[in-house]
């Protein structure tokens, strides 16, 4: 649908906006995240395939999505926002109703690629492309607000995939949820997609934000230049990498000793957790100016949950339960806490393009998640996987991982100075480059865009002059 067929409301709302992007992340990552553990399990009940079959077609599922996710500015400035992501959202549609019918491997696998592209637009890139134009001071609490709806997606969606599937059948659950998503998303792309800002002054709730001071260094040409772009994008792909991997395949670990119902709402719980945490983190980032500290904290918690679970046995237990918890409390950060320290660390006009080419990357390496996780389980012993029996080289590969995503994130921290502005926000850091070279014109740049350094900098152009003489 051409994004010109669209008319835009009469009025704008950046609060609606947040509102509707709730919707979508909750349909986004309630069918595009959540949802393939659970197309795993019911696809090997179904067939019989082999789980590392299985869990590479989740893989595919993610590195797909991870080339669609580098290409979504692009796709947002040729075909318009709303024309994107509903057509994100006909693509997931279609896609889960390939995983719920496919008779044979090579089906379940376009259907990945359908569900893996589907999704881009309504996942984490697309909802900070939606909500960013509208908020500067208040855009860590608005794209919290809006990334809760993952979190509920994942309360909601996965004991509704457990329920319906069981009682309906993949196939019917697979086009009730299809409707609803493509309907809700039809709506949204009517309405709150179709008016963008015409400036931040526009928009309910601007400000001077955090990204709008003049140290802020542009992307270098070539991003590995830059220690906080390396590390900031190293540190988010290991993080969700080891995520997508437990996520991948708690379900089926937990459903021999609680079953299909209870395996769902634990689950839930997790999801309820992320959802907590990244609210909390949001709120104080108000008063935290290093957001990479923050960051390597929720990593650190993460890894508490791992080693909890490493511990826990078939039977449901207290180290289940709060193993899960712990995990959950940075399922949300993962994804929310990235682009706010890209918005603090780079120029206002380079943060959309940090935040995909982050995406993009992390989802490229934690695609192969599930078929990496899931080949250390077969090995872990014969039969299904079952919690507490030949997965501790699962769970103990899982927190070595957290453990190298906590380091990435603290080493960059070396390589981003924040700069805290009047008005108690964290503004754009001085980065180091790879070459004296890089911070002489980086140090150049400030001083020009400083008012009250215009003279030393017309008498720096004097002398240049006169030594080029």
């Known amino acids: ?54 869990s590479a077609a989740v893989s595919l599922h993610f590195l797909f999505g991870a080339g669609v996710v580098a290409c979504l500015p692009r796709l947002h400035r040729r075909f318009g926002v709303p024309a994107t992501t509903l057509g994100g959202a006909l ?24 569900t893996g592209a ?31 709806g993952a979190s509920v997606g994942g309360m909601v969606f996965v004991p509704l995939w457990a329920a319906l599937i069981d009682r309906v059948g993949f196939p019917a659950a697979a086009m009730l949820v299809g409707l609803a998503m493509v309907v809700a998303v039809l709506s949204i792309a009517s309405r709150e997609l179709a008016c963008r800002p015409v400036d931040r002054e526009a928009a309910p709730g601007p400000g001077p934000g955090p990204g709008a001071g003049a140290g802020a260094a542009p992307v270098p ?11 900031l994008a190293a540190a988010m792909a290991l993080g969700l990498f080891a995520q997508i991997g437990l996520i991948a395949q708690l379900f089926s670990l937990l459903v021999p000793g609680m079953g299909p119902q209870m395996a769902g709402w634990t689950m839930a719980l997790a999801t309820a957790c992320g959802m907590g945490g990244r609210v909390l983190v949001a709120r104080g980032l108000g008063t935290q100016r290093d ?31 709060l193993g899960v918890a712990l995990f959950g409390l940075g399922i949300g950060n993962a994804t929310s806490l990235p682009p706010l320290i890209a918005q603090a660390e780079f120029a206002p006009a380079q943060v959309t393009r940090v935040v995909a080419r982050c995406v993009a990357l992390a989802q490229a390496l934690y695609a192969f998640a599930p078929a990496a996780f899931a080949a250390l389980l077969v090995a872990g012993g014969p039969g299904g996987p079952t919690l507490g029996v030949g997965t501790q080289g699962f769970f103990a590969a899982i927190a070595v991982v ?14 981003a100075k924040f700069i805290v502005s009047d008005d108690g926000q964290a503004g754009p850091p001085t980065q180091d480059c790879c070459s004296g070279r890089g911070r002489g014109r980086q140090a150049l740049g400030a001083l020009r865009t400083t008012p009250r350094n215009r003279g030393l900098q017309a008498l720096h152009d004097t002398q240049h002059q006169e030594t080029s003489r």
């Open 402 to 415: 957290q453990g190298l995503a906590i380091a990435c994130m603290l080493a960059g921290r070396r390589g």
């Open 1 to 54: 649908m051409p994004s010109s067929c669209i008319a835009p409301p009469a009025a704008c709302d950046g609060h609606g906006v947040v509102r509707a992007a709730f919707v979508l992340a909750l349909f986004g990552w309630g069918v595009g995240f959540y949802g393939p553990p659970v197309f795993l399990h019911a696809v090997v009940a179904r067939t019989g395939w082999p789980l590392p079959l299985v």
């Open 91 to 114: 693509a997931l549609a279609f896609g889960v109703l390939g995983w719920a019918a496919a008779a044979k491997p090579w089906q379940l696998f376009l259907a990945a690629l359908c």
């Open 118 to 148: 589907g999704w881009v637009p309504l996942g984490a890139a697309g909802i900070h492309a939606i909500v960013s134009p509208w908020f500067t001071v208040q855009q860590p609490m608005a794209l919290a607000k809006a990334y809760n």
């Open 221 to 231: 040409a070539t991003p590995w230049c830059s220690r906080a772009f390396v590390t």
């Open 291 to 321: 957001r990479r500290r923050v960051a390597a904290a929720s990593y650190a918690v993460q890894a508490a949950g791992t080693l909890l679970l490493w511990m826990a046995g078939p039977e449901p237990g207290w180290p289940t339960v």
